[in-house]
């Protein structure tokens, strides 16, 4: 029994680390631009597409090593475009249903040129590994998984450094805690904002790389990605990119401990729960919601 729990704790934060990189770029986006951007999961879906097709050219670890850079640059692309395109005209509207409708529109649309363009058969992503599984005792799991773990901490952990120590990454967390005065003392907004969706979009393509490496690829796989990625964003903190991080491996964790011990079939409803009664108690999120 133990062994099990703890098996479903490590398997739980693996999944988690992918839920966190891929609701950080959400966090951020929302952080700074107050966009509710529904259709980020789909720039997951994107990223993991590029990493499929990159794969079939340049295979083993040279591809899967690839297509991370190229998802990485290919999605954050994307984001500019679709920045610049589509919501950087709807911020100085007065309310925020025009931003909601659209990236929902946008939802729609991507998945179903996915479809078109791809079509509906699931993929998946070859093991460079081999299907190789590494023992730790009592717990084991498979080195792929272990890898996806170690580099979406290793991105979280460059991001960290980059918002901190970097002259630009210090320029969006003080966009993010005051627009207003960030403005005042000469930061260009426009340009952070198309760095920040860049940025951000580009995590959600790095997530999709992982997440189609651990699960499958499909043209509609971004809604799962965008619902875990909002659980997780509002369960940290609107905007806290810090609580972003932690509320990932939470909900990983009790998915995977929920479908184990209660059921699989309501395995994706287990997060909903949690929101619920951390926002009951605490309105603002675990973390705390990041200043406007």
């Given at each position: 029994?133990?062994?099990?729990?703890?098996?479903?704790?490590?398997?739980?934060?693996?999944?988690?680390?992918?839920?966190?990189?891929?609701?950080?770029?959400?966090?951020?986006?929302?952080?700074?631009?107050?966009?509710?951007?529904?259709?980020?999961?789909d720039f997951s879906m994107v990223g993991a597409y590029i990493a499929v097709f990159l794969l079939a050219w340049v295979p083993g670890w040279m591809?899967?090593?690839?297509?991370?850079?190229?998802?990485?640059?290919?999605?954050?692309?994307?984001?500019?475009?679709?920045?610049?395109?589509?919501?950087?005209?709807?911020?100085?509207?007065?309310?925020?249903?025009?931003?909601i409708m659209v990236s929902i529109g946008l939802f729609i649309l991507m998945e179903n040129l996915a479809q078109l363009f791809f079509g509906a058969?699931p993929r998946t992503l070859s093991d460079p590994f081999g299907g190789v599984t590494v023992n730790m005792g009592l717990v084991s799991t498979s080195?792929?998984?272990?890898?996806?773990?170690?580099?979406?901490?290793?991105?979280?952990?460059?991001?960290?450094?980059?918002?901190?120590?970097?002259?630009?990454?210090?320029?969006?967390?003080?966009?993010?805690?005051?627009?207003?005065?960030?403005?005042?003392?000469?930061?260009?907004?426009?340009?952070?904002?198309?760095?920040?969706?860049?940025?951000?979009?580009?995590?959600?393509?790095?997530?999709?790389?992982?997440?189609?490496?651990?699960?499958?690829?499909?043209?509609?796989?971004?809604?799962?990605?965008?619902?875990?990625?909002?659980?997780?964003?509002?369960?940290?903190?609107?905007?806290?990119?810090?609580?972003?991080?932690?509320?990932?491996?939470?909900?990983?964790?009790?998915?995977?401990?929920?479908?184990?011990?209660?059921?699989?079939?309501?395995?994706?409803?287990?997060?909903?729960?949690?929101?619920?009664?951390?926002?009951?108690?605490?309105?603002?999120?675990?973390?705390?919601?990041?200043?406007?």
């Amino acid at each position: 029994m133990e062994s099990l729990f703890l098996q479903q704790v490590v398997n739980g934060l693996i999944v988690g680390s992918v839920y966190s990189l891929i609701a950080v770029g959400l966090t951020m986006i929302f952080g700074v631009m107050r966009i509710s951007n529904f259709a980020h999961g789909d720039f997951s879906m994107v990223g993991a597409y590029i990493a499929v097709f990159l794969l079939a050219w340049v295979p083993g670890w040279m591809g899967w090593v690839g297509s991370l850079l190229a998802a990485a640059a290919g999605v954050g692309l994307l984001g500019i475009l679709v920045e610049r395109g589509v919501f950087r005209p709807l911020l100085t509207r007065w309310t925020d249903l025009d931003q909601i409708m659209v990236s929902i529109g946008l939802f729609i649309l991507m998945e179903n040129l996915a479809q078109l363009f791809f079509g509906a058969t699931p993929r998946t992503l070859s093991d460079p590994f081999g299907g190789v599984t590494v023992n730790m005792g009592l717990v084991s799991t498979s080195a792929m998984r272990l890898l996806c773990f170690a580099m979406a901490m290793v991105i979280i952990i460059v991001l960290e450094v980059y918002l901190n120590r970097a002259r630009m990454g210090v320029a969006i967390q003080a966009t993010a805690q005051n627009r207003t005065a960030a403005q005042l003392m000469g930061i260009n907004i426009n340009l952070i904002y198309a760095v920040t969706f860049a940025l951000g979009s580009a995590l959600a393509g790095l997530g999709g790389v992982l997440y189609g490496t651990l699960f499958a690829i499909y043209p509609t796989m971004g809604a799962i990605p965008t619902l875990k990625a909002f659980v997780v964003t509002i369960l940290g903190g609107m905007g806290n990119i810090r609580g972003a991080i932690f509320s990932g491996f939470i909900l990983g964790v009790a998915e995977t401990l929920g479908g184990t011990y209660i059921s699989m079939e309501y395995k994706h409803a287990i997060g909903f729960v949690i929101i619920i009664l951390v926002l009951l108690i605490i309105p603002n999120g675990l973390f705390g919601r990041s200043e406007k």
